[in-house]
């Protein structure tokens, strides 16, 4: 395997807004995932995260704009917008979202809209589709029998299970998955990471996890990237970003409580997120950064290699800024 | 070691509180349209107001022949009676205005109130308020206002009642689901843990929260009130001794303006309802929707996003 | 069955309302001071004989909560007295009318609702281009203009090509069964346009907006995400959501539709209950209006009910 399942190069998101401002949401983000991997994509909220991952599925709206490549085994998928990335929609790629409540259409059975992308596919047909459907449910845990069932007869949990099922009717290859268990109480939010996790390895099912709750990348995932004001501040095998992290946010984070009723994203680092909507100068972090030093505010850090699998954005792994400070 | 700025979340919250206050304005200049609204409804009350004073003729004064068709002295013409047609129409403004705001206070006062009540106090209160609200939507209100202000008899005041008390119960749902929000928030938690009456809690907490619902619901009751009044006229039941909008278009309609070819007479007043309910609709149409959260987001357009090819443009 | 329970509670709630119905139609008519019936006076015309007979049939001389057991009873025989008008009784007279204006709402309101729904649905999907704009503004320009006026206008435009007023030509003899139905058609044609014109406006705008809101719903995105087109994303999953709101919504204005058509009625001399109303108004013809009125109330209660069963048949989760 020489070229990396899906790799993410230079990937940039503009959305315009009123007034003829512009918010830049990500900013040069790029990143590989192997196949059968799970990667954690961490950050608190609006730090372009999730903006990121719709972007890997041309989900994003009119009023954005991107530039950079998404190579999923070697071939542009963005490269022509909506027309290039909608054939691997589902088929390649599929997602799943936050907490489930309303990602499934309330006025159709959870069967009828699992078949609907069997069939749109030309994955299998009506009686031949419904059987394959019922196995997927019984897969995530699910009673086939429950096909004809609408969304909202299912709990916050079964609901998020049908999605998976629903996300694995055309055997993707990669599975993206959006806060998946936001919203979900505690005992079900770790079922239904047991149940990634389990896909992912007897599926051999690349997972891209999207979240601001650091003990479940720690969990699931064996490798992430923290991001921060749309940028990726610090990329590396998990063990590495929580034991020997090379950047203060990743640092800060890794330490910040997360917030025990879960709700909100309360983590005690002082200090707000930057404003995307203005440039930004300097390191987007330097603001609430402890150990900021001269170069911080006005020239931006890269991402520095420092092992073979380990980069962080930070001038403190800069040998040409630590002689000064 | 001082770049790190201690700065509560709970700083961020109440700036956004603070813009929220300022949202009618906000909303209404970044819509030209709402401008455009605004500006008519202000010329129009102008006109109302000045009317005795800026009409070039008087409102019962004959000029000329019946139906004379415009001309240097008479832009709009004149009616079947030979009274100016623009004298008319600014007279007009007056009787229509009147019922549309008069109208639509009433409507304001007994709606508002059943709203705050009910959304406010919940329980009970609200089911028998709503209760009473959904009897008050099935009656058809057109039929009915034309059963009483027949048997009442046909004044201006009647008009106004009549019509105000049958458009409260659309303001008292409005109102009612914004209350009932509102109410959950933590500010008005706070005010009324802290001991705040219940008065105080409405009038300073609740009130300046739903003010701009309550905004769009006055301007489009105002539509309606308006529309009612000519609907009324047109079925001959509005005060004979009164000129509005709708007594014109009903005047040059029973004087078959339409089969004499007397267009002057009977477009410009039909126009001018028109163009009032137009800038009417329009405040009410983007205040609603600008505060509907729900219309925020879309998932599809037609319009896919961009794919920008230059792969860095800033350094 | 929670759906059962939704069934019977609106059941009882539409049976209810028609009994405030008819009680508001009694004090309005009868048992406020000054009122229509109590005041027989002021029917025009009316004789010695006539009044005492009038006087009798209405109960007039029993106590008021007798009066209204008498009412009560009479409605349920279908009684709704004489016009004073036409002498006829009022249920027949009704009958007639709302034979006129049904088939004119009617075609008026399946114009609006095929075009009003078609371009919501476009100008949503094309949420802030020139066609949403359009659409918007002809829906506003539509919706804000009074109805007697409009119909005026299209008059106006129309003076010489088709006919202005009646429901046939009275000079057309013996017409054959075909003419019969082209000449009502052609009469037809303007009213149904005032109407379905006024409607569109309401309905495009209506449209739109429950369309937004169903587009901004997270199962929109999923269907995207699962490859689907626009077109079926937008008819299987958008409009199918969006029908709940849109359908309750139109029914009940189906409801104010017939008493709406009193002013297009009165344009076009269209011989439907609106023309009634108007006529009982200037006749003073209080058994005719009362019968009108009360007809008009229990139009708006049906469709109301009907939007409410509707919502049921369309919304799982009241089913359930």
Known sequence: ?325 | MSAVIQEEPGVLEGATEGRRRSTIWQILKDRPSTLVGLGVLGFFILVAGLAPHIAPYGAHTQVGAPFAPPSPKHPLGLDDGGIDMLSLLMYGARASLLVGFGATAIALLVGGSVGILAGYYGGRTEGILMRITDYFLVIPDVPLMIVIAAIWGQSLLHIILIIGFLLWTWTARVIRAQVKSVRERVYVKRARALGAGNGRTIFRHVLPQIAPLLVASIVLTIAVAIFDETALAYLGLSDPSVISWGKLIKNASDAAAVSAGAWWAIVPPGLCVAVLILSCTLIGQVLEDALNPRLRASYLAARGFRIRRVAREEG | MRGADYVIKRTIFAVVTVFVALTINFIIFRAAPGSAVSNLARVPGATHALRAELEHEFGLDKPKLQQYFIYLGQLAHGNLGVSFASQQPVSHELLQALGNTIPMVLLGTLFAIGFGTFTGILAAYRRGTAVDKASVSTGLFFYSLPTQWLGLMLLLIFAGTLPSGGRVDAFLFNPTPLQHILDVLKHMLLPSLTLGLVLYGEYTLITRSAMLETLGEDYILTARAKGLSDRRIVTRHAFRNAMLPITTLIALSLGYIVAGSILIERVFSWPGIGQAVYYSVQNRDYPMLQGAFLLLTLSVVFFNYVADLLYFKLDPRIRE
């Open chain 1, 1 to 325: 395997m020489t070229s990396p399942l899906l790799a993410v190069q230079d990937l940039e998101v503009w959305f315009d807004l009123p007034h003829g401002d512009t918010l830049h949401a990500v900013r040069r983000v790029s990143f590989s995932v192997e196949r059968g991997e799970r990667f954690g994509l961490v950050g608190e909220s609006g730090c372009g995260k999730t903006t990121t991952i719709l972007a890997l599925m041309g989900l994003l709206p009119p009023t954005a704009t991107v530039s950079g490549r998404v190579l999923l085994e070697g071939e542009d998928i963005l490269e022509d917008g909506e027309t290039s990335v909608r054939p691997h929609r589902w088929t390649d790629i599929s997602m799943i979202f936050q907490g489930a409540m309303n990602a499934l259409n309330p006025v159709q059975t959870v069967g009828a809209q699992i078949v609907e992308a069997m069939e749109l596919h030309g994955i299998a047909e009506g009686a031949d589709a419904k059987s394959q459907a019922g196995q997927l449910l019984e897969m995530v845990g699910i009673a086939p029998d429950r096909l004809d069932r609408y969304p909202h007869e299912f709990s916050g949990g079964m609901r998020q299970r049908a999605a998976i099922a629903m996300a694995l009717a055309c055997e993707p290859k990669v599975l993206l998955a959006d806060e998946p268990t936001t919203a979900l109480d505690v005992m079900v939010q770790a079922q239904i990471l047991l149940l990634l996790e389990r896909l992912s390895q007897e599926l051999g099912l690349t997972v891209i996890l999207v979240t601001h709750d650091l003990p479940v990348v720690a969990e699931v995932c064996g490798r992430a990237a923290v991001m921060y004001g749309g940028e990726i501040a610090e990329v590396g095998p998990v063990d590495t970003l929580y034991h020997d992290s090379r950047h203060p946010y990743t640092r800060l984070l890794f330490a910040a409580v997360p917030d025990p009723t879960g709700e909100e994203e309360v983590v005690s680092i002082p200090g707000a997120p930057p404003r995307l909507d203005r440039p930004i100068v300097g390191c987007p972090f330097q603001p609430r950064c402890d150990r900021a030093f001269e170069p911080c505010p006005t020239e931006q850090p890269r991402l520095i290699a420092l092992g073979a699998d380990h980069q962080a954005a930070c001038h403190l792994n800069d040998p040409a800024f630590r002689a000064v400070s």
